[in-house]
Structures are given as C-alpha cells and as structure tokens.
C-alpha cells in the first residue's frame, strides 16, 4: 500500500505520515523544505517504509505539476491521498492584500485541485483508492480575522464534495476532515494548555480507522473541534 502526504513534514501532516508508516504503508512525501522532509525520512528509516521525498512549493503551479510529472512516469499505483498542506494568513479580507488571498487559494484550494485530479484519474482507472481532504471547521463557519483562509476552506469543502459525487460509482472513497484547533506549529509559543487542542495524532488515528472501514461504506466527512476550547 501507497500513501502520498502533502504538507507532510509537520503537525497533522506528520502524525498521518507516521501513523501510516507505523502500519505499514510506504509513503510520498510532499512539502517546501528539503530539510525537514530529509529528517523525517530519517526518523522513519527504522520503520521499514519505504519513503519518498519531494521538496516542492504547492503555492506554485509549476512545481506541483513537476512532481505530478515525476509520478506520472512511475511509481505505481497510490491507494491513499492526502490533500494536508495549507496556510492561515490571518487579517481582514476587506483590508488585506490581493496576494494574501490568492496565496491561499494557491496553496488551500487549487494545489489540492491539481493533485486530487491527478490522482483521482489513476484511482477511477484502478475502481479503488482513498482521497482524504483536510479542511477545516471555518469550511462551514467564518473565523474571525480568517476571511480569505475561510473562503479557501469552504471551496477545499466544496471540491470534496464534488470529487466524492464523481468518484463513487468507481468504488473510490473521498473523506473531509473538519478539524477545530488542532495544536500545531502555527500555536507555537501560546500559554493555553494541550487538553485544550486537538492534538495531531488523533487526526491520525481517525484517519486510519476510516482507512480500514468495510469496502462498503464512506465516510463523507469527520468533524473533530475540542471539547472545551
């Protein structure tokens, strides 16, 4: 089994890398920095995984359909997708710069467009296969001072959705996550305690519980927040 992770180096990236690896897959891993995604393929040398790395910028059409070129010309057929990276800019939509928002629609929407098109062709080909999506809960509700991350989420939601309606009849299983605060480097230096997140690897673990569901079922989408945030 196969299992292309972008956004993989850190936060719910990493946990599903690990987890994964833990049970057995190989996996793809895609984000910008070649030196993180260089140690954690050493983190994960002792799993006995294969692990592939590709240091590429999703904000960047070019560089996506540069690695969707390298799997184009093999490295056989991916059983899972995550759809992970993304980006929280935050700040008022009416008062930002264009840029602040087409980056994140770059990076939340459009990467995951590109890469669930691809992959979801080979899926639909092969009448199998898992595409994970992970949006967020401002995917149904507006965060404050996160409009245009908001927008991006909702379309990550909206794209989901489509992808699932048009992968069915082909047994390929599309799933969103909705995560609430979950901790991750983009809390790093706050005072509020863990307890109060939710943390990666229950992300993790939710995804590999979907992933070994009867051959019959879907799980459309998982809404996971903290219980007193």
């Known amino acids: ?35 993180e995604l260089t140690k954690l393929r050493d983190e994960l040398s002792s799993s006995g995984s294969k692990v592939q790395i590709y240091a590429t910028d999703c904000a960047i059409k070019e560089d996506v359909y540069e690695f969707i070129n390298i799997a184009e ?3 056989g057929f991916v059983d899972v997708l995550v759809n992970n990276v993304g980006v929280f800019l935050p700040g008022s939509m009416l008062d930002e710069d264009d840029e602040t928002f087409e980056k994140q629609q770059n990076i939340n929407i459009n990467a995951t467009y590109y890469f669930s098109k691809f992959f979801g062709k080979k ?10 999506n ?12 996160g409009g245009s991350y908001s927008v991006t ?6 794209l989901n959705d489509v992808l699932r309606q048009e992968l069915a009849p082909y047994n390929v ?31 993790a673990a939710t995804l590999f519980t979907i992933l070994n569901l009867s051959k019959g079922v879907n799980v459309d989408e998982v809404q996971i927040t903290p219980l007193n945030f």
């Open 1 to 35: 089994m196969k299992a292309v992770i972008t956004g993989a180096t850190k936060g719910i990236g990493k946990a599903i890398t690990i987890k994964l690896c833990e049970a057995g897959y190989d996996v793809v891993l895609i984000a910008r920095n070649l030196e």
């Open 73 to 75: 010309k093999g490295f």
């Open 153 to 158: 989420k909702a379309a990550m939601l909206s």
């Open 173 to 203: 299983k599309v799933t969103a996550f909705l995560p609430g605060s979950t901790k991750t480097s983009s809390w790093e230096g706050t005072t509020i305690p863990d307890e109060k997140f939710v943390q990666p690897e229950d992300i």
């Open 134 to 145: 992970i949006c967020s809960i401002a995917s149904k509700a507006p965060v404050k001072d």
């Open 123 to 132: 899926m639909r080909e092969a009448n199998k296969g898992h595409i994970f």
